[in-house]
């Protein structure tokens, strides 16, 4: 018989008050200690996973196997897109708009194109699931999930790094990436123009883009959804019901309705046309 659990997927950049976050809490075990909710005497059983320029994996244990991952991260920035930043500075100076040119510190630090991160969990405080559980359906259906982004968004969606936290109270995955698209000749960081590569487009596109009408939010979805997938065929019940609608699905799902009633009054009116 399968287990009923939640699972979770979430992802962003940051906040507007404290700006991008820092991935070295990820990564950087000297980060982690001294805090309150993290549990020291497991912190050995932490993964970290390094992406290299062509997406290789380069895995390390915890126990002061974690790495410095901001500077991993900026280095890898570096690689991608610091030819393409260069040429974009020098059309600025060529116009005479010196004040529009970024440093690579700048594009790394930026909300719009700062390393969008991901948590992914199995199961909550309230599951009757061990530990161990827990931790081997989740790296299972994560793995699954990966590969199947990379296979279809791989050429927009490169991943930087990742860390398995086993010194929580609940077991989870962090995992980031930087969106890019191809920009006059040079690789970018550019969400809007990689969500649309990949085939996403925001819920309502009669609307003007905002936080709650993006294409990052049908993007979201569809990953969420196929890691339920992947966590149902490790044989988990995964329980999808939202307890409380937040604003942004409260408009999502009155934009589906609305799409849902105009596609029955066009049902209803060709079938009246062909009486």
């Not at 290299?52 to 280095?75: I, K, L, V």
């Not at 299972?140 to 982004?149: F, G, K, Q, V």
Request: net charge neutral.
């Amino acid at each position: 018989m399968s287990k009923k659990t939640k699972a979770t997927f979430t992802q962003r950049r940051g906040s507007r008050d404290k700006g991008a976050y820092n991935a070295n809490h990820n990564t950087l075990e000297a980060t982690r200690k001294g805090q309150s909710h993290i549990d020291e005497e497991r912190m050995h059983l932490n993964k970290y996973i390094r992406f290299d320029r062509n997406g290789r994996p380069h895995m390390s244990q915890g126990g002061n196997g974690g790495f410095n991952a901001t500077q991993h991260e900026r280095d890898r920035y570096e690689e991608l897109y610091a030819e393409g930043l260069e040429a974009r500075n020098q059309r600025y100076i060529a116009s005479r708009h010196k004040e529009r040119c970024r440093t690579m510190s700048e594009v790394y630090q930026d909300l719009k194109t700062a390393p969008l991160e991901s948590i992914w969990q199995v199961g909550n405080s309230h599951s009757d699931m061990s530990r161990e559980e827990m931790r081997d359906a989740l790296v299972e259906a994560w793995n699954l999930t990966y590969r199947e982004l990379r296979e279809k968004y791989g050429a927009n969606m490169v991943p930087l790094d990742a860390a398995l936290h086993m010194d929580e109270k609940v077991c989870h995955i962090h995992y980031r990436v930087t969106l890019g698209a191809m920009e006059n000749g040079f690789f970018m960081p550019n969400q809007s123009k990689a969500l649309e590569q990949m085939g996403f487009e925001r819920p309502d596109p009669t609307k003007p883009r905002s936080r709650y009408n993006n294409a990052l939010i049908p993007f979201t979805d569809s990953i969420r959804e196929t890691f339920y997938q992947y966590c149902e065929r490790c044989g988990l019940e995964i329980d999808r019901e939202v307890q409380n609608y937040s604003k942004r699905q409260v408009e999502i799902l009155e934009f589906k309705c609305d799409k849902f009633r105009e596609e029955m009054a066009e049902a209803k009116s060709q079938a009246e046309i062909q009486q």
